[in-house]
């Protein structure tokens, strides 16, 4: 297999076509580090997400060797559901060639080269979170869609308890034509639904562990999104923040690229 280097290489002498090059990028995909983790550096080549590091269950010197060598290998890496320790032992951890950011409500961790370029894609994204609670996993599904070029416009604690709240929010979501809209709620999960059958785009809802007694943990809230009588609507799992994430920023990236055209 040849190295990313290699391969541009080998394109910019004319012994690849295009169509070559782009096929050994896709297929260089998976990076070994000391058979402990299999790191997919060139995801977001390949899928339009990059990789993220899941820090729970991970030991801090493991969680440092892994960011580092993703930090290395693609010039930013994010860290997700990080404890605080883990937190500060990565802010300690970065080389001096680097930058990080800290998202506190979403207990993430993000790292970028200095001269790592993000760049916009035109994506607009619509958030809303049933109560205040909810919030934490609506910040991880923002800083997904924003590292991947997306606009965000977000709206908390507009849920169903107050009907009335979420009237202005969808209003300035349909001036601002977002191309899908991520739905956070936790308890009797209604507010996806209401959402769902006022606006003509996708709609991503998001079961949170926000409950308690008979459906405690979100269990009642996912059954009854997906239960929902609202056609658009599609539901990830229970705190799945990163999961509505991505999928949004998959829809609202390939809605940017064909206005584009």
Do not use: W
């Amino acid at each position: 297999m040849y190295t990313l280097d290699e391969i541009l290489s080998k394109l910019s002498r004319n012994e690849l076509s295009v169509a070559e090059a782009e096929k050994l990028v896709r297929l260089l995909a998976v990076a070994e580090l000391e058979g402990m983790a299999r790191l997919d550096a060139n995801r977001e080549c390949r899928k339009g997400i990059p990789e993220i590091v899941l820090a729970e269950g991970k030991s801090t010197k493991d969680l440092i060797e892994i960011s580092l060598r993703m930090l290395s290998e693609s010039g930013r890496v994010i860290v997700s559901r990080c404890g605080e320790e883990q937190i500060e032992a990565l802010c300690k951890a970065v080389p001096d060639d680097a930058t990080v950011q800290v998202k506190e409500k979403a207990r993430m961790v993000i790292i970028k080269k200095k001269e790592f370029a993000a760049h916009s894609s035109g994506g607009k994204i619509g958030l809303l979170t049933a109560g205040t609670s909810d919030i934490p996993v609506a910040e991880e599904a923002k800083a997904i869609a924003e590292e991947m070029g997306c606009e965000v416009f977000a709206a908390y604690d507009v849920g169903v308890a107050g009907i009335h709240r979420i009237l202005q929010p969808l209003k300035d979501l349909i001036t601002e034509d977002v191309d899908v809209v991520v739905v956070v709620a936790g308890r009797e999960g209604a507010l996806p639904s209401v959402v769902a059958g006022m606006v003509d785009v996708p709609v991503i809802a998001v079961p949170t562990s926000n409950s308690y007694g008979f459906g405690e943990k979100g269990v009642g809230t996912l059954m009854a999104m997906l239960q929902s009588c609202s056609l658009g609507l599609a539901v990830v799992n229970i705190d799945s923040g990163i999961a509505a994430g991505a999928v949004a920023t998959l829809i609202a990236n390939r809605a940017a690229k064909f206005r584009k055209r």
